[in-house]
C-alpha cells in the first residue's frame, strides 16, 4: 500500500525555522516527483514546491510566496521528502501535505499525506 | 501563473441530485485539469484526471469534461459519502488550484 506520512508541524514565531518531513513507502520512491501543497484555515489548496525525481535530475520549483524562504530536498535512502522553511510569517500558517504524482512527473497528485499543521504566531 | 476560476463557489443539492461544477483556466491548458475531492478535516482525493479519466476506484458517477480553457465536473446522482469540496487544477505550468466548490446539503 502506497502510504505518506509528513511531521514537523508545529508552532513557530515569526521570523523562525521549521523543517517538514514527509515519509513514503509503497512505491519505488527515487521515481516520482513529490510535492508539499498547504492549506491555510478555512481557505483552499495552495500548491508549495516539488522536487523531480531520478530520471528528471531532481529538479526543483516553488510557488513565488516561498521562493528564497523554502528548500525542498529529498534522500532517497530514507525514502523521505523534507520542506526548510525558513522567515515564516503568519501567512505561512498552514495544514502542509505531501503529494506523489500519479506518473513521471506531471504534477497529478493520486497519493497524499494526512498532513502537519504549521502554525505561525508569537 | 495560470488562474483556476471555479463556480459556484457553493451550491445546496438533495441527494439524488445531479451537480454540476464549472471551472476555467485564464489561458489554454489542453486537458490538463484534474479533480479533487476534499471532505472536513481529510487530504484531498483524485477523482478525475487530464479532464475525463476516471481515477481507479472511483465510482463512475462522477465525470470530467472540456478542454482548452473550459472544463465541467459532474456528479450524475449525488449520494451522502459526497457533500464535501471540490477542486480543480490545472497542471501545464505550475499547479494552481481552484478555489474550491463546497456542497452542502440542500
Known amino acids: 500500500e502506497v502510504q505518506l506520512l509528513e511531521s514537523g508541524g508545529g508552532l513557530v514565531q515569526p521570523g523562525g525555522s521549521l523543517r517538514l518531513s514527509c515519509s513514503v513507502s509503497?512505491?519505488?520512491?527515487?521515481?516520482?516527483?513529490l510535492s508539499w501543497v498547504r492549506q491555510a484555515p478555512g481557505k483552499g489548496l495552495e500548491w508549495v514546491s516539488a522536487?523531480?525525481?531520478?530520471?528528471?535530475?531532481?529538479?526543483?520549483w516553488y510557488v513565488d510566496s516561498v521562493r528564497g524562504r523554502f528548500t525542498i530536498s529529498r534522500d532517497n535512502s530514507r525514502n523521505t521528502v523534507y520542506l526548510q522553511m525558513n522567515s515564516l510569517r503568519a501567512e505561512d500558517t498552514a495544514v502542509y501535505y505531501c503529494?506523489?504524482?500519479?506518473?513521471?512527473?506531471?504534477?497529478?497528485?493520486?497519493?497524499w499525506g494526512q498532513g502537519t499543521m504549521v502554525t505561525v504566531s508569537s | 501563473d495560470i488562474q483556476m476560476t471555479q463556480s459556484p463557489s457553493s451550491l445546496s443539492a438533495s441527494v439524488g441530485d445531479r451537480v454540476t461544477i464549472t471551472c476555467q483556466a485564464s489561458?489554454?491548458?489542453?486537458?490538463?485539469l484534474n479533480w479533487y475531492q476534499q471532505r472536513p478535516g481529510k487530504a484531498p482525493e483524485l477523482l478525475i484526471y487530464?479532464?475525463?479519466n476516471l481515477e481507479t476506484g472511483v465510482p463512475s458517477r462522477f465525470s470530467g469534461s472540456g478542454s482548452g480553457t473550459d472544463f465541467t465536473f459532474t456528479i450524475s446522482s449525488l449520494q451522502p459519502q459526497d457533500f464535501a469540496t471540490y477542486y480543480c487544477?490545472?497542471?501545464?505550468?505550475?499547479?494552481?488550484f481552484g478555489q474550491g466548490t463546497k456542497v452542502e446539503v440542500k
Open positions: 503529494a506523489k504524482d500519479k506518473r513521471f512527473p506531471d504534477d497529478v497528485f493520486d497519493i
Open positions: 489561458q489554454d491548458i489542453r486537458k490538463s
Open positions: 487530464d479532464a475525463s
Open positions: 487544477q490545472q497542471n501545464v505550468g505550475l499547479p494552481t
Open positions: 522536487i523531480s525525481g531520478a530520471g528528471d535530475g531532481y529538479r526543483t
Open positions: 509503497g512505491f519505488t520512491f527515487s521515481n516520482y516527483a
